[in-house]
């Protein structure tokens, strides 16, 4: 079983951050930010631990060493969701532990599609384009996107360069064909009549977890 923690970007913090480094001249090496970047929401262990520390120590590297960082992939998305956040005008609220009820009680949740063919949402099973994630975005075929895609009311989806396609409402039916999740779930959550466990389990059945 692996174990995880939360933790919260502060989304002004980061963006005032990145916006330093990018104009840093070569006779200041180092960037001064003293608000923290990432707070840790609960005291579990992550194997992704070396992820987080690289983020917060980013400002104190080494040009080279930083700007190698900064045009990861994974580093890209995290920045480009944290402008959309504040182009959204999200806010941070108290720590939830429980990932369900931090999912559900979010104001917004970014579905990032970074494999979707184009700007228009999929709705037809494509073998050849998506032979790893029987034949959807990958994004469909991980299992910690599924409580992403349930809890929350307002889901929207994003392909590559944070173009908007879609939320999961205009399109819930494609969505309960591609999931197997019934409609009423993906509008409304596991409120109401609760499917049993091994409903929800074979949402989970296709799905890669770790």
């Known amino acids: 079983?692996?174990?995880?923690?939360?933790y919260l970007i502060n989304v002004k913090a980061l963006?005032?951050?990145?916006?330093?480094?990018?104009?840093?001249?070569?006779?200041?090496?180092?960037v001064d930010c003293p608000v923290k970047v990432l707070e840790l929401c609960d005291d579990k262990v992550t194997d992704k631990k070396?992820?987080?520390?690289?983020?917060?120590?980013?400002?104190k590297m080494d040009e080279e060493k930083r700007d190698g960082i900064r045009q990861r992939d994974g580093y890209q998305k995290i920045l480009d969701s944290c402008k959309q956040a504040e182009k959204d005008g999200a806010e941070?609220?108290?720590?939830?532990?429980?990932?369900?009820?931090?999912?559900?009680?979010?104001?917004?949740?970014?579905?990032?599609?970074?494999?979707?063919?184009?700007?228009?949402?999929?709705?037809?099973c494509n073998d050849e384009r998506h032979p790893k994630s029987n034949g959807w975005p990958e994004w469909f075929s991980r299992g910690?996107?599924?409580?992403?895609?349930?809890?929350?009311?307002?889901v929207w989806f994003?392909?590559?360069?944070?173009?908007?396609?879609?939320?999961?409402?205009?399109?819930?039916?494609?969505?309960?064909?591609?999931?197997?999740?019934?409609?009423?779930?993906?509008?409304d959550g596991l409120h109401g009549d609760r499917p049993c466990v091994a409903q929800i389990m074979s949402w989970a059945a296709n799905r890669t977890m770790t």
Request: proline share 4%.
């Open 1 to 6: 079983m692996d174990l995880y923690s939360m």
């Open 15 to 30: 963006l005032e951050r990145e916006e330093l480094m990018t104009k840093i001249t070569t006779k200041r090496k180092r």
């Open 50 to 59: 070396w992820e987080y520390d690289e983020i917060i120590e980013l400002a």
């Open 92 to 124: 941070l609220s108290e720590a939830i532990n429980s990932m369900y009820r931090w999912y559900e009680n979010a104001k917004v949740c970014y579905a990032y599609l970074h494999d979707a063919p184009n700007l228009s949402f999929p709705i037809a």
């Open 144 to 154: 910690w996107t599924l409580q992403e895609m349930i809890a929350p009311r307002n």
């Open 158 to 187: 994003f392909k590559k360069e944070w173009w908007a396609i879609s939320n999961k409402r205009m399109f819930a039916c494609t969505l309960e064909d591609i999931t197997g999740v019934p409609q009423c779930v993906l509008m």
